[in-house]
């Protein structure tokens, strides 16, 4: 049977919204949800490769902003102040899962290993076949340390600009760029690894070596 | 321009512009082509990822809004004159966008009652028998039925005093809200108003197809939904208590 919508709330501007839901308004909260929702997940997502618990993240997120929205002066974009708390949010969990958590402070400022360029000049080349396999790139961004993923998928999974990734973060525009190049700089040796690997139980395979066995 | 010196360049601007001394590097190292088109490809790879968005499932507002109504940060809509005609699944949304106080309601049985009743009515055995034609009220908003059904015995609906029994629930709700609490009064007629026209709507339909179960499932639908209004209306007066 058709259902109609509501008149108000599903022609809410994002604007308006947000003024009602300061006041409390219901609809308005659910508003604000549905414009933000995909976008919230989606980094969750892509920073725990696990829908449940991007799905924890993305409602913990949301309650945290819903908590306090009052404080929402306009002074930046809501979306940027909204992905700024997803972020904390995904950082925070992480931390305490010490799955390979560093602090926010750790992941922006470099350490002796990060800093500076790589030093594989002399290294062998691998190019990655003119194009990007996409599961084995997810995996690969799974892999990645927190900071790095954050910053990767803010600036290349969802397009945010190196501006708004600083602000997101808490962090300059420069640090911003240069821990995007060596997210990528990261994924491309993860994925050369890859490569390898594949290229390896293709020769086994050709001489009849059982596949990944000794 | 050295590699080292390249890599550096794209550190500080991974995706350009970049010092024309690091193009011209370019032209005569393949290594840091190489390297250049990897990141390219990795870039232009990931954008992809964004393309097919994942979204979180509704379990996801359900529970955000339950724990925002806990937490007292939410209320309803002063009025839900908003809402147009909300049939069938539609009022469970209007019902559950419906905030606000009550009474504590002391007639739980009265939902569950509903629903055994629209239960009986549905376990009644069915035969296959020859088609019939779609009519009556509801064939614009039901699916054209056409196939074999059963045909219904309407005099159980004789035996069903069932509008005195919705009624007397009805009767107790109105009676139990707070004298101060006059929008919620009217917002619970209204949506009950809402619920009852469909109701008839559906008993009417069996009354003229008597043999189509389609309809009687649409009578139980509407039947749940009442339910559904009530349980609501005892899960507020719940919160009010607190």
New interface residues.
Partial sequence: MARTRPIDAGELTEAEAIRRAQQGDADAFERIYRLHNRRVYALCLRMVGNTAEAEDLTQEAFLQLFRKIATFRGESAFSTWLHRLSVNVVLMRLRKKSLAATSLDETIEPDDESSGPRKDIGGPDLRLSGSVDRVNLERAVEQLPPGYRSIFVLHDVQGYEHNEIATIMNCSIGNSKSQLHKARMRLRQLLQETERARAREERKAAKGEPAGGK | ML??QF??A?????DGPWPAAASLHLETC??CR??R???D??????????AD?????E???I???S??ES?G?????HSVH?????????LT?LVH?W?GSAPRLAFAGAGLSLLLLAGALLSIPAAPSAAVASGGILAT?LPATIGNYAPVDASLFAEVDLDHTLDGDMKRVMASLPDHNASLAISLQENLGIVDKLIAACEKSMREQPDNPVVRQYLYGAYQQKAVLLSTAIDRSTLEDR
Avoid: K, M
């Fill in positions: 590699c080292e890599e550096r794209i550190q500080d601007e991974p393949p290594h190489l390297l088109a990897d990141l490809a990795i870039r232009v790879a990931s954008r992809q990822l964004s968005e994942a979204v979180p499932s379990n996801v507002w529970s955000l809004r724990q925002l937490e940060l939410i209320h309803a809509p908003h809402y147009g005609p909300v049939p069938g699944a539609g949304a966008r905030l908003v």
